[in-house]
Every structure is written in C-alpha cells, then in structure tokens.
C-alpha cells in the first residue's frame, strides 16, 4: 500500500482543482474480533473550475467518507489528493459551536480564512440577508432552528469565496423558498468559477449538475450521460448568469 | 487579532456560558470544602510525612487534614470536566477550523490556553473557599502544587475525552480524583508508605507536598514538586498528540 499524499496550490485559472488518484479507506477498529469496514477501494476523480458536480450513491457506499478525504478532515490510507485553491466545506451535521453566537461564529471562522474585520462584518451582513437570517445574528446556535443553523453552516464555508465549495446534502432543513435560493447561488458561484461540489440524494437535482459521480462498490464512476436527461452545461449556466 | 488570541478568546466566552462547569464552580468549593471543615469531629490524627526527609508522623487536626485533601479533590475534578468537555467539543467540531485555514499549533495554543486559564480560576476558587477554614502552613507551595495537580487532571480530562464518550468520560473523571485524592495519597486512610501502583496517580507527588506544606513548618517535599511537574508535562505531550490526532488529518 502506497503513502498517501495530499498537497494545495494556489488556483490560477480554470484547470482542475481536485484531483483524486486511487484512494482508499478502511474504517478499522483496534480491539480484537470486530471486523474492518474498506468504503474505498480506488477512487478516481475530477473537479474542475466552473463545474457543479454531484456526488450521489446508496446510503453507506462512502460519499460522506469521499467527500471528508477530498476537503482534508479524514486521511486516506493511500491513494493522493491534490487541492489548489482555498476551500469551503459544508458538512452534513453542522459543525458549529453550540453556544457561540451567530457573529462570533463569523468571526472565528474568518479569522481562520484570514479575513479582515471589515471584510467578516461584510459576508455576514451579505449572507445575512440573502439566506435570510440576520435577526438571529445575535442568537446562539444552539437557540436557532435546524433550517437557520444549516444557514450558518453553508455560510460560513461560503464567506471567504472559496474556489472548491464542498457540500455534503446542504440543503437540509431548507424550506422551498431558501432551497431555491441555494440552486441561484450555487449557480452563481459556478458562473464565477468556483468549483461546487455536492452530496445529493435528490434525484430531480441531477438535472443541475453538469458532472455526476456516482460511489459504488468503492469506486467512482462518472455517470453523467447516465443520469443526466437535461443536461445543463457549464457554458449555458454562465450565459444564464451573463442575463 | 491574530488566530490565536481570536480563537482563545471566542473560548472563553464559550466556556463561560457552560453552566454546567460554572455551576460546578459554585456548588462543588462549598459543599466540598466547606462542609468538610463543618462536618468532620475536630480530634488530633496521626498523619504521615515528611520531616527532616524522613517518613514520619505527626499528630494534626482531623479538619485540617480534610481541608488538605478535599481541595485538591475539587479542584482536580472540575478542571478534569473541564478538559473532558473540551475535548468532546474539540474533536466534533475544531477539524473545520483546521479546514477554515488555522494551523494545528494555533487551535492547540487556544484550547489548552483555555484550559490553563479555566484551572487558574477553579484553584483559585478551591483555595479561597479553603481559607475561610484553614491557613496552610506554607500557602505558596501548597497553592503551586494545587496549580500542578489542577492543570494534570484537566489534561487527562483532555485524554480521556479522546477514547470515551461523554457520559463514561464524565462518570470516570467523577471517580478517579475521590480514588486517587481521596483514598490512595489520603494520609488519614493510608498510614503507611502507599502501595507502588497507588503511586503511579497523579495525585501522588502533590499531594505529598499539600500535606507536607499544609501542615508542617518545613518543605521537605521540593523533590517531589519536580517529580509531579514531571508527571505534568508527560500528561501534557500525550494530550496535545492526542488533540493533535483528533482534529487534524492532512
């Protein structure tokens, strides 16, 4: 078994932004007579500039596990992953720290993106009031409903402009008016050239996507023209966008 | 303000709306300490240790002797849940801050600062609502060993949190610090030399020095305040590995 590597580089133009090359996973356990789960067993793929790209399968098949190995939260155990550019990460559960405030939320997290005061207050107040939820500013998270804290979630990996947005199932909670919401951002963010990567289990979504990687039987299979009946294509976003 | 003091910071304040530890800040120093002092029979005991760095005995007041003990006791179990829940917080959440662009050294500093500054406030606390009872006989050793016992098991309340959920976590760092203080290093219950495995606590050096400079003139016990300063700071290096593996991946 190969060590596995992982680098990031800065993006320069629209080239790939994740590449992944033979990856694997094996969940394990330490103690004696329980078995080892392998979720990946060579996992190839691509993301490119502009795209938006699906990631779908069955419950269990290794998306979520995909997705952590791709943002850098969970280590392969071999295979290579190369990153370029900064990156926003949306997980499923909302990891967000239960009794700090919606602003001190902000303010943590830009400051790891190395964002000025000014610019934190700006992509708070921006995503305040596109997504709808700036009389909650000062609430704490752990007094917001389940559809405002995935707000913040989404937010906070958005408000550095991120050139690959990972999304595991974003929309959680949404009611329709801010699911549509999402769909209009996560086009424009495409129209823009960021990379929107995203764990879908909806199958009318598919026809939003330009690219769909299905996880099976630990492999990855592109099965866009499979999928995919009305194919949105990335040029055609950004014309729609242009209008 | 750079990462780090933003993210110690935004953990304070965090820290402070856990009314869970602020309660046990409040309810554990006086129903602890204070009741000790005001429920145990004031008689003379004999209590071993050190004098002239001989193991010997020497006749103290039953209060006192409790005051020694159940002040590291207080101290040791609340900083140890504070640690406990710092680390179950830490590994769900602080691998996005890592994601977020925070090296690993900066979130560690923040947390850890954290901890330092949540042991600093529950000994002081400990300390104070001893005096009110008791004047140790040495108070600047015997607060400086109350530091380094405090900041050990806040530490193992780190490391257990890495291998434990929240409830075993909690009922075993309930346990241990009555086991350890309480029982094995208290001079009251053992009279002798603790067995070799009762040693390998964390309690054992300080206390050594509590009961040494809480009640005796002299300080016999300054090789001990190293040995225990030891046993901090090879419990420090496995919690930050620890925490390290816990909220970082590549």
């Known amino acids: ?243 | 303000m750079n990462r780090t003091t933003t993210a110690f910071s935004i953990g304070i304040k965090e820290q402070a709306r856990n009314y869970v530890l602020v309660a046990l800040l409040v309810v554990l120093p006086v129903s602890f300490i204070t009741l000790a002092f005001a429920v145990t029979q004031d008689v003379e005991m004999p209590v071993r240790t050190l004098v002239d760095g001989e193991t010997a005995t020497v006749m103290r007041g039953m209060p006192e002797v409790h005051g020694v003990i159940m002040t590291p006791i207080t101290s040791a179990l609340i900083a140890g849940l504070a640690g406990l829940f710092l680390m179950r917080e830490a590994k769900d959440t602080d691998g996005r801050l890592a994601v977020a662009g925070y090296r690993a050294w900066q979130v560690i500093a923040a947390r850890f600062g954290v901890l330092a500054a949540i042991t600093l406030i529950v000994t002081g606390v400990s300390v104070g609502v001893m005096l009110i009872d008791f004047q140790p006989e040495q108070l600047w050793w015997f607060i400086t060993a109350m530091l380094v016992v405090s900041v050990t098991y806040g530490l193992i309340g780190m490391l257990v949190g890495a291998v434990l959920d929240r409830l075993a976590g909690m009922w075993l760092m309930l346990i241990l610090p009555m086991l350890d203080i309480g029982l094995f290093q208290d001079p009251l219950f053992i009279q002798s030399e603790p067995d070799w495995w009762m040693k390998l606590f964390p309690g054992y050096w300080p206390v050594r020095v509590m009961v040494d400079t809480g009640l005796t003139t002299d300080v016999d016990t300054a090789l001990s305040l190293v040995w225990a300063t030891g046993y901090l700071l090879l419990v420090a290096v496995l919690a930050i590995g620890i925490y390290y593996r816990a909220t970082q991946a590549s």
């Open chain 1, 1 to 243: 078994m190969e060590a596995p590597t992982t680098s990031t580089t800065e993006a320069t133009t629209s080239e790939v932004l994740v590449r992944a090359d033979e990856i694997e996973k094996t969940y394990g356990s330490n103690l004696p007579f329980t078995r080892s789960v392998p979720v990946l067993t060579g996992a190839n793929l691509e993301i490119r500039a502009g795209e938006i790209v699906g990631i779908v399968g069955g419950n269990g098949s290794g998306k979520s596990t995909l997705m952590n190995i791709l943002v850098g939260v969970l280590k392969q155990d071999s295979g290579a992953v190369e990153r370029t550019g900064t990156v926003g990460w949306c997980p499923q559960e909302p990891l967000l720290y239960d009794r700090l405030t919606v602003t001190e939320t902000f303010r943590l997290f830009g400051s790891g993106y190395g964002m000025t005061a000014e610019e934190i207050d700006e992509a708070k107040r921006r995503f305040a009031s596109k997504l709808d939820f700036e009389q909650y500013l000062d609430y704490r998270i752990d007094q917001l409903s389940g559809g405002n804290r995935q707000k913040i979630n989404l937010s906070i990996a958005l408000m550095h402009d991120p050139d690959v947005l990972m999304l595991d199932e974003p929309y959680t909670g949404f009611d329709w008016e801010t699911y549509l919401i999402f769909w209009d951002l996560a086009d424009e963010l495409a129209a823009d050239g960021t990379a929107v990567v995203m764990i879908s289990h909806l199958i009318e979504e598919q026809s939003r996507l330009d690219r769909i990687y299905e996880v099976r039987d630990g492999h990855v299979y592109d099965v866009t023209e499979r999928e995919s009946e009305t194919e949105a294509t990335t040029g055609e976003r950004r014309r729609k966008a242009d209008e």
